[in-house]
């Protein structure tokens, strides 16, 4: 299942940083702890900064990849290219992720799956007010009808309301296929089962709370 731990907006590369090495407590055991296995980091805005901040992660023994949405589709969830000699950032790792084939992936979890099935999606505790955006965000794709170069009618996804972003959405495609390019097709392993990241000495503390008091991993809804 996924679970939505929180949403905010950071002012420094510092902080992204410190969220994504941060460890978190599940609600039921405060022994237990929860890390990001893999983490995907929208390249479009600040590249350079962003490419910076996956080589500093990568020191640090965490995995992450820098990403970008591509203008055509892909054949596959994802593709990790490496960037031309003459890019911004030549020779780096940039994950493209399709965005067709997570739409029907997000759909489903929207409207079939509740969050106690398996593949289901939780939100932390909150009020409507709290996550109205994010839902909005969520809910503001369908599929519409269009032709193709041949006149031939075909599916595409497009926004209902060009006013409402999809950066949320695009939030929940990225954690999608960063579970993927980690399990490289595996099983999700059960909580006993999940590997301990090594622990470094720069490592953050351990947080259990959002910074308004609010628990990571409440499964109320």
């Not at 949320?168 to 399990?183: T, V």
Request: hydrophobic share 35%; net charge negative.
């Amino acid at each position: 299942a996924s679970h939505i731990v929180d949403y905010g907006a950071v002012t420094s590369i510092s902080e992204l940083s410190e969220i994504i090495t941060s460890e978190w407590s599940y609600e039921d055991s405060e022994t237990d702890k929860l890390h990001a296995a893999m983490t995907l980091i929208d390249s479009g805005f600040r590249p350079k900064d962003v490419h910076a901040l996956v080589d500093s992660l990568w020191k640090r023994g965490v995995a992450a990849y820098a990403c970008k949405g591509p203008s055509q589709p892909l054949s596959s969830w994802y593709e990790k290219r490496k960037n031309g000699a003459r890019s911004a950032n030549p020779n780096k790792i940039t994950v493209w992720v399709d965005i067709y084939h997570s739409e029907d992936w997000v759909d489903e979890r929207l409207h079939v799956l509740s969050p106690q099935d398996d593949g289901g999606l939780g939100l932390f505790a909150g009020s409507i007010g709290e996550h109205q955006d994010f839902l909005e965000q969520l809910l503001n794709m369908h599929l519409a009808l269009d032709l193709d170069s041949h006149k031939n009618e075909k599916e595409i996804w497009e926004r209902i309301d060009d006013n409402v972003p999809n950066d949320y959405r695009d939030c929940l495609r990225y954690a999608l296929n960063a579970m993927l390019l980690k399990l490289r097709g595996k099983a999700v392993p059960a909580r006993g089962q999940l590997v301990e990241r090594p622990r470094t000495p720069t490592r953050p503390q351990s947080r259990v709370h959002t910074l308004d008091g609010r628990p990571y991993l409440a499964t109320e809804r």
